[in-house]
């Protein structure tokens, strides 16, 4: 995970298309700048940043069960609960699945889990959208990346 770049996604443990489900891992880095205000000397991850996570996720999701045909973009986070902090070095477990798709939309339900107790969760709604242009490229070096994709 590196906060500053919002690379929330460490690896993809599991893409299960038959549920329309993912999960990811991620560990909180022990020193990011982002600590550095939220808050000094009690570094929390901010929930927007596990939002993002839960986000990034459930694109993930969509994009690996749309063969990366089109791109989710985030329109609407809704239902979102918090339970406890994040701090650093924390492993996060991340879940997504894909509740409805079509007419160009999307809605998955996610969460975060620390050692099996939920830390968040939240239901998400993506626009689906072709590609802009040289985005796909990036997109899929950094499914790569994180084992979503493992074409050479």
């Given at each position: ?94 879940t997504a ?41 990036q997109m ?13």
């Amino acid at each position: 995970m590196r906060l500053e770049y919002f690379e929330m996604i460490d690896r993809v443990v599991v893409l299960d298309r038959d549920a329309r489900r993912i999960e990811a891992q991620s560990t909180v880095p022990m020193e990011s700048p982002v600590f550095e205000g939220h808050f000094p000397g009690h570094p929390l991850v901010p929930g927007v940043l596990l939002t993002e996570t839960m986000a990034q996720a459930s694109g993930y999701l969509i994009l690996g069960l749309m063969d990366f045909t089109h791109m989710p973009f985030l329109m609407a986070v809704d239902k979102a609960r918090f339970r406890t902090f994040v701090g650093p070095g924390t492993v996060l477990s991340i879940t997504a699945t894909l509740e409805h798709e079509g007419s160009g939309y999307a809605v998955t339900k996610a969460k975060i889990a620390v050692e099996g107790k939920p830390i968040c969760d939240a239901e998400l709604r993506f626009r689906i959208m072709p590609f802009p242009a040289d985005l796909d490229g990036q997109m899929r070096a950094q499914a790569r990346r994180i084992g979503l994709l493992t074409e050479a």
